[in-house]
């Protein structure tokens, strides 16, 4: 069976219609996540088109308000916030399957600080992904504990829905207390490059166990770097790309588990 891509970012690479005809046409399956407003209006026109082809068919999407652009969001001052959360929610209630996310705390942006507008902008949206019950895509740079410690609050437990730790780089203490609140953790390429992450992974039972690339524009940076910019890169090339990257990642890792 072919392995599916947990997290991608379908509008932001080239050609994306003709590009999800062509993974539709190899069996490739995925979550389109759309982390910003722009992203969301952009990935809801896509799978308005493509889903009519049939080319979405085993695939999901996922619409959130990513932490690097929480903070322009979250000022007291802003009305714009409700606003936005407002049309999260119509969007998210547009297709009952969709999740929530990306959303979290990343130390390299704004309003990272304890209490700050990362934590409020994610909070609120673990609080909507509870609500309409849908797992949550979860990005994190820095504090997973303070991660967990929301979660905790606003109410995930081991049941339904599950929060899914993209791009997962915790270490053992967060795979428990991750699993103790049904978590699900995807491993991308960076996951393997942490011993305590790695190390870790031997806690995580097969089915709570995903793989994603996160292609988004700095993956067609590497697909060009690697064979030059000749032309403009072709959605079969991508395709590959993918396919290749995923397979990598989900060959070196080989759990026995169950
Ligand atoms: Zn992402």
Known sequence: MPIFDSHLHLARLPQPLKLAAELHRRGYRYTAVACEPWEWEALD???????????????????GIHPMIASEFAEAANPNFEKKLAELRRLLESDPNAQVG????????????PGGAQEDVFRR??????????????????DYGRIIRVLREAGFGVKRP???????GGDAGIVKAGLSLGALF???????????????????PR?????????????IETLVAT???????????????LEETLKEVSSRFSPARE
């Open 45 to 63: 026109r896509i799978w308005a088109e493509a889903s009519g082809a049939g080319w979405l068919d085993g695939c999901g999407r996922a619409y």
């Open 125 to 142: 949206q673990a609080e909507m992904a509870l609500e309409l019950g849908r797992d949550l895509q979860i990005h994190c740079v820095g």
């Open 227 to 241: 064979r030059g910019p000749k032309d403009d890169v072709t959605p079969q090339e991508v395709a590959v790309m």
């Open 162 to 168: 599950h929060p899914i730790f993209h791009r997962f």
């Open 207 to 219: 089915a709570n166990l995903l793989f994603e690339t996160d292609a988004d524009e700095t993956f």
């Open 102 to 113: 990306e959303a979290g705390l990343d130390k390299r942006y704004a309003g990272y600080e």
């Open 186 to 204: 995807s491993i991308h390429a960076d996951t393997l490059r942490k011993k305590a992450t790695r190390e870790a992974l031997a806690l995580i």
